[in-house]
């Protein structure tokens, strides 16, 4: 979509509207991205949640916040500006740990660089970890409760061994209906619980957008 300087989605999940957008400018830019939207939208702060790839968090964790600095990533930084505060939410996924002795193409070089065998097995348990808190934390509301309930979940699982991360089983809930797909725009995919296909993760920059792509069914106008 190229008023919103991005590719974007949107569907429903168990009855409820969401979108997904992955802003195409420069990392430094993406804010504007996620400002066009939002006013498309007419959404607030606290109902985005922004993902970011995180270098001072080791591949395998992930970490929820809400509000808080840049933490030195140039895509928060344009976000925070572009929205004029921070207390939009945040996905944080680990790709480090991030050492300048073991990086001779420096920071850049690392971001962009192929995960090696084991961190990429690591990393698809992770990130469909992420992708679970997602859809919890899309049908609880995007109001704070609804955060802290889907942050104690994601969180408090990152932080498990390897081993529990992949053999953890998954809460029992009651059924849902099929969501409708009435009031969507022609094209809009309809978005159900599903299982993630494999996604080829070529770097870590672009491993957090191909899972939620292929969880979201997003697609470029």
């Known amino acids: 979509d190229e008023a919103l300087q991005g590719w974007f989605g949107e569907g429903k999940l168990k009855g409820k509207g969401i979108a997904l957008l992955k802003p195409t400018t420069f990392m430094n830019l993406s804010g504007q991205a996620a400002s066009a939207t939002m006013q498309r939208l007419s959404l607030g702060n606290t109902s985005v949640l922004c993902a970011v790839d995180e270098i001072q968090l080791d591949t ?59 961190e990429a097995e ?55 209906p099929k969501p409708a797909t009435e009031g969507l725009p022609q094209g809009a995919p309809e978005v159900a619980e599903r299982q993630i296909a494999h996604v080829p993760y070529e770097s870590k920059g672009l491993a957090i957008w191909q899972t939620l792509k292929a969880l979201f069914g997003a697609k470029r106008k």
């Open 122 to 176: 690591l990393l698809k348990a992770t990130l469909e970890l992420g992708c679970q808190v997602l859809e919890e934390w899309m049908v609880e509301g995007a109001d704070d409760a609804g955060f802290v309930k889907a942050t104690s979940f994601g969180n408090a699982k990152s932080r498990q061994p390897k081993e529990l991360l992949e053999k953890s089983p998954e809460p029992q809930s009651e059924p849902e």
């Open 60 to 118: 395998g964790r992930l970490k929820l916040s809400s509000g808080g600095s840049d933490g030195g990533h140039n895509g928060l930084t344009s976000m925070i500006a572009e929205l004029g505060d921070n207390d939009f939410r945040r996905m944080r996924l680990g790709v480090g740990p991030y050492r300048k002795e073991e990086a001779p193409d420096g920071l850049k070089g690392f971001v962009l660089s192929k995960f090696r065998a084991d």
